[in-house]
């Protein structure tokens, strides 16, 4: 584990340019608006949060894994595999990563089975449709996307730095640890460095509550525009937010969303005879993991 975050695998090669995560984005949004994009990771970071409540995760297990699902994402489309498998496979992972400790076979599949039927039953009216082998594989592709960089840096030990700074003010801080847990809901923690997120949902929750900061961020060394940058991404989502109608929305929206290539009858790397000739069956694993909840 690196000693602070500018040495960090975070910081070197997980804060990402816009640019680059359209570019990324571009096949899947040739079927999708932006927001409906959004729209889509919203709901998964939802799922992700209620499977993590069922399990009785700390909420910074939760928050690795939203951003596990995020950066996955990143680099993927969503034709890539099941967000609905993928989602409590970054889970399965944090939970480890975070010290919280592995979580059993049977226990991950019940929570999602409880979750889906409780929440959920609205877009997923049957159970679910993987078991625990299939997550374990998901894992494996999980891990080979974020090139095993695992640990994070979040924004919530920065922004107990900054309210000690301002005397505890503890409705200041509840208020702006919401707001971080919010956050986790659009780009921004695969854009800015976690300093800045917390930065920025101490500026909003300051906003909110009417409280003049604005000599306390004055004085501050740090770029000023990227913390109204931040401001500004976690307000527009709060804008989505008034007038998104998940429950009506989102079943159509999971209807246009890519859905995986049909698998190949024999994929190039095998012989006449079907048998695979490089040993290598992860392409098969692959169009197994990205089937799609019919």
Known sequence: MAGNFWQSSHYQQWILDRSDLLRERHDDLKHLSQEDYQKIMIFFANVIQALGENLKLRQQVIATATVYFKRFYSRNSLRCIDPLLMAPTCIFLAAKV????????NRIITSCQQVLKSKFSYVYPQ???????????????????????????????????????LGQDENLLQTAWRVINDSLRTDVSLLYPPYLIALGSLHLASVILQKDLKQWFAELTVDLDKIIEITKEIMSLYDLWKAYDEKKEIPKLLQSMPKPNPAPSRPPSQGANGQDVSGNSQAAQQTQLSQGVQ
């Open 98 to 105: 975070e010290e919280f400790g592995a979580l059993s076979n």
């Open 127 to 165: 159970d679910f449709p993987y078991r625990q082998h299939q997550i374990l594989e998901c894992e494996f592709f999980l891990l080979e996307a974020m090139d095993c960089c695992l640990i994070l840096y979040h924004p919530y030990r920065p922004l107990l730095q900054y309210i000690q700074e």
